[in-house]
């Protein structure tokens, strides 16, 4: 458990300079703040787990959030994303919006999808493909130039 | 030649935003990235994953003592970036009165980023928890949060709660399956889109075996028995009379048209066979 909770603390610093060193990537006319940190957190994510191949556990966490909560604007700023997002999959195919749901928040891999859903392997592939580009043209998110670095 | 090298292309870059990319697939997208015609790009994609792996989640707060070393390794950082280009001799973050002209490594005032910066702190420990908690089937065991209001009254209080303050609640009446034995079953159930929460009703539900079966909520959105209806979570009866369960979906839901009570295996199943249906009930709006 300590070396979990160690690791998910590794991870929140790095994120955070990793936010600071692409600060200047940052367009607000683009997206929101939050969306963009949250963009950040999600790439060190995915590579500490790609580099590490193992799981980062849940109960570690629990240490990290232990403190009492400071509610105030935060939540509604996250409330907006949610609902930005939510609207725009609203939007989607029904199975386009289901791939992505299970993709991007269950975690579950196209082949897992596949399996859950009954939905050949190819198909799964191409709703969260189309699925993704089209949430990205609801959101208004289509107008970005830079292309990430994909050595971070 | 050219749109199956683009379909390529989209392919990598959408599972880059997902999912991530080996090294030999980073090595394919950058070699197509060379010859890219179109304007769709890696960053908007990954935001776009951002934004939706936000969606139903609520803001964590940081500890302090996370807290604390964040600030202390963007201090050094600061540091090193102002006596690189020797416009700033002192540590920037102790020193939150004075007013500063440094820029950031990447040019933008340090002053103007590090509010929103330490605002967002509590969502980068969201991330990390909504990412590895969705990532992993391990069951949290740490200690348990103060409860909330909403925690602390009965189901019934949060049934009535819900109808009270949500306008959007839909509601529709239970009818029976396809299982005789289930035949005089009643209820209700109400939905709330905005709150993504909702409530059901029971009577003459009969009491189930845990160790047997259970029963199975399933949410469909289009108002057919459509193949993949939302799996809106398990739930066993144990009580004679009327009882109520709370909606656990497992995934965002919107206007739900019909609601059905399966039974299933202890634990529930991720596709039902729908052999056996305990109650059906159809939104009235």
């Known amino acids: ?74 939540n509604m700023q996250t409330a907006v994303e949610a609902t930005e997002a939510f609207k725009a999959l609203g939007e989607l195919r029904p199975e386009q919006r289901q791939v992505l749901q299970l993709s991007i928040i269950q975690g579950m891999s196209h082949q897992e999808i596949a399996d859950a859903t009954g939905m050949p392997l190819g198909t799964v592939k191409t709703h969260a493909r189309r699925g993704l580009l089209q949430a990205r043209e609801i959101m208004g998110l289509g107008n970005m130039t830079a292309t990430r670095e994909v050595s971070v | 030649m050219r749109s199956t090298i683009e379909e390529t292309r989209l392919d990598l870059l959408c599972k880059q935003a997902v999912y991530g990319l080996t090294e030999s697939e980073i090595e394919q997208l950058q070699e197509l990235e060379k010859n890219a015609d179109s304007s769709i790009d890696s960053q908007s994609l990954e ?38 280009d020797g416009s700033v001799e002192e540590n920037v973050f102790t020193r939150p009165r004075q007013p500063v002209p440094a820029e950031s490594p990447s040019g933008s005032s340090v002053w103007n980023w590090f509010p929103w910066a330490v605002a967002a702190a509590a969502c980068v420990v969201l991330a990390v928890n909504i990412f590895t908690s969705r990532n992993t089937t391990d069951v949290a065991d740490g200690p348990k949060p103060t409860p909330t209001l909403e925690e602390r009254l009965t189901p019934a209080q949060q049934r009535q709660r819900l109808i009270e303050t949500s306008p959007d609640v839909a509601r ?3 009818g029976k399956g396809n299982v005789d034995e289930i035949a005089a079953v009643s209820g209700d159930v109400v939905w709330s889109d905005e709150r993504q929460a909702g409530y059901m009703r029971f009577r003459g539900l009969p009491k189930n075996d845990p160790a047997k079966e259970t029963y199975q909520l399933w949410i ?7 193949p993949h209806p939302k799996d809106g979570g398990v739930f066993d009866v144990t009580d004679d009379g009327e009882i109520i369960v709370p909606i656990d979906p497992k995934l965002a839901t919107k206007d739900p048209k019909v609601f059905a009570i399966t039974i ?12 056996k249906i305990a109650a059906l009930a159809k939104s009235e709006t």
């Open chain 2, 220 to 226: 469909f959105e289009d108002g057919k028995l459509e």
């Open chain 2, 172 to 174: 529709a009446e239970w």
């Open chain 2, 264 to 275: 299933e295996k202890p634990g529930g199943v991720v596709v039902s066979s729908r052999e």
């Open chain 1, 1 to 74: 458990m300590l070396r979990n909770s160690d690791d998910a603390e590794d991870a929140v610093q790095e994120i955070f300079v990793d936010v600071w060193k692409n600060a200047a990537r940052f367009d607000p006319a683009q997206a929101s703040e939050t969306t963009f940190i949250a963009m950040i957190a999600r790439r060190r994510l995915i590579d500490r787990i790609r580099f590490s191949q193992r799981r980062i556990s849940a109960d570690s966490l629990e240490d990290v959030l232990a403190e009492p909560a400071d509610r105030s604007d935060k």
């Open chain 2, 47 to 84: 935001l776009t994953a951002a934004a939706i792996s936000m969606m139903g989640l609520e803001i964590e707060p940081m500890p302090d003592h996370l807290e604390s070393k964040i600030l202390s390794r963007i201090n050094e950082h600061a540091a090193l970036a102002s006596n690189a």
